[in-house]
C-alpha cells in the first residue's frame, strides 16, 4: 500500500461507513497505517557518505526527470565519464555491495553517515579505566622484559589516558601521567 492507495481509500471513507466503522473510525484506521507506512519507508533508508550523498543530489538534479531512477542506476553502473558526480558514483558502486546500496538509496531514500567521532575529556567507564590500566600494566611488563625496550608502548598508552582526559587514573603508575596533572595544577593556581 502506498500513499496514493491510502489517500483513495480516505476520500471513499470520508462520506459514509463502511460496515460497522463510522467515517471517523475509519479515518483513524488509515491515519495508524500512514504512520507504520512512514515508519517502514524511514527504515529502509540506507546511510551514504556525504560525498556520495551530495553526488547522487546533483545527478537527480541533472538528470532530465521523465528518465526516472532506472536511467540512474544504469548510468551509475557504466564507465566513469568526465563528470565528475557520475565518477564518484561508478567509483563507490564499483566497491563490493555499495551498488546495491545506492540503488536502494534512489529507491528509498537516505541519510548522511556522519564521521564518527570519539568523545573526550568525559568521565571515563570503569570497564575502560580498567582496560587502560591492564594496557599499562602490561606495556611496563614488556619494557621490564625486553620485547618493548624503548617504552614506547608505555608512553603511547600514557598519552592516550592523558588523551582520554584520564591522566588522573594512571597518575600511580606513569610518571608521565603525573608531570602532566601537575603542569595542570601549577597553570590553575599560576
Given at each position: 500500500?502506498?500513499?496514493?492507495e491510502?489517500q483513495?481509500?480516505?476520500?471513499?471513507?470520508?462520506?459514509?461507513?463502511?460496515?460497522?466503522?463510522?467515517p471517523?473510525?475509519?479515518?483513524?484506521?488509515?491515519?495508524?497505517?500512514?504512520?507504520?507506512?512512514?515508519e517502514a519507508?524511514?527504515?529502509?533508508?540506507?546511510?551514504l557518505?556525504?560525498?556520495?550523498?551530495?553526488?547522487?543530489?546533483?545527478?537527480?538534479?541533472?538528470?532530465?526527470?521523465?528518465?526516472?531512477?532506472?536511467?540512474i542506476?544504469?548510468?551509475?553502473?557504466?564507465?566513469?565519464?568526465?563528470?565528475?558526480?557520475w565518477?564518484?558514483?561508478?567509483?563507490?558502486?564499483?566497491?563490493d555491495?555499495?551498488?546495491?546500496?545506492?540503488?536502494d538509496?534512489?529507491?528509498?531514500g537516505?541519510?548522511?553517515?556522519?564521521?564518527?567521532?570519539?568523545?573526550?575529556?568525559?568521565?571515563?567507564?570503569d570497564?575502560?579505566?580498567?582496560?587502560?590500566?591492564?594496557?599499562?600494566?602490561?606495556?611496563m611488563?614488556?619494557e621490564?622484559?625486553?620485547?618493548?625496550?624503548?617504552g614506547f608502548?608505555?608512553?603511547?598508552?600514557?598519552?592516550?589516558a592523558l588523551?582520554?582526559?584520564?591522566?588522573?587514573?594512571?597518575k600511580?603508575?606513569?610518571?608521565?601521567?603525573?608531570?602532566?596533572?601537575?603542569?595542570e595544577?601549577?597553570?590553575?593556581?599560576?
Amino acid at each position: 500500500m502506498d500513499a496514493l492507495e491510502i489517500q483513495k481509500i480516505k476520500d471513499r471513507c470520508k462520506y459514509g461507513c463502511i460496515g460497522l466503522y463510522t467515517p471517523m473510525t475509519v479515518l483513524q484506521i488509515i491515519e495508524f497505517f500512514e504512520r507504520k507506512l512512514d515508519e517502514a519507508s524511514e527504515a529502509k533508508k540506507v546511510k551514504l557518505p556525504r560525498d556520495v550523498a551530495e553526488a547522487l543530489e546533483e545527478a537527480k538534479e541533472k538528470t532530465d526527470s521523465r528518465l526516472g531512477i532506472e536511467y540512474i542506476a544504469w548510468r551509475i553502473a557504466r564507465d566513469p565519464s568526465d563528470i565528475t558526480y557520475w565518477e564518484k558514483l561508478h567509483n563507490f558502486a564499483d566497491k563490493d555491495g555499495n551498488f546495491f546500496l545506492l540503488i536502494d538509496a534512489l529507491r528509498h531514500g537516505y541519510t548522511i553517515k556522519e564521521p564518527q567521532t570519539f568523545q573526550t575529556n568525559r568521565k571515563l567507564e570503569d570497564s575502560e579505566i580498567t582496560a587502560i590500566r591492564r594496557w599499562y600494566m602490561g606495556a611496563m611488563l614488556r619494557e621490564q622484559d625486553g620485547t618493548d625496550p624503548d617504552g614506547f608502548a608505555r608512553e603511547a598508552i600514557g598519552e592516550v589516558a592523558l588523551y582520554l582526559g584520564g591522566a588522573e587514573l594512571l597518575k600511580d603508575m606513569s610518571s608521565f601521567c603525573r608531570n602532566q596533572l601537575e603542569r595542570e595544577k601549577a597553570q590553575q593556581s599560576g
